[in-house]
């Protein structure tokens, strides 16, 4: 599966989470660290989900940009 992560600057650190997964979320020093610290959380929940026999969510996000004239 492929899902959408938002990653923002926090001031001293960054943060992501995954619209799709309520819930998903990690932090990092540096953009690497909090992405791969959003694998591990994604992969966590999903074995959570799995356990409790919940539905595992469908990715349905989708990430796009638009451009404003300054």
Sequence with gaps: MRYAIVSENAGPNYSAYVPDLPGCIATG???EDVE???????EFHLEGLREDGSPIPQPSSAVRYVDIAA
């Design 29 to 31: 020093a540096t953009i």
């Design 36 to 42: 791969r610290e959003i694998r591990e959380a994604i």
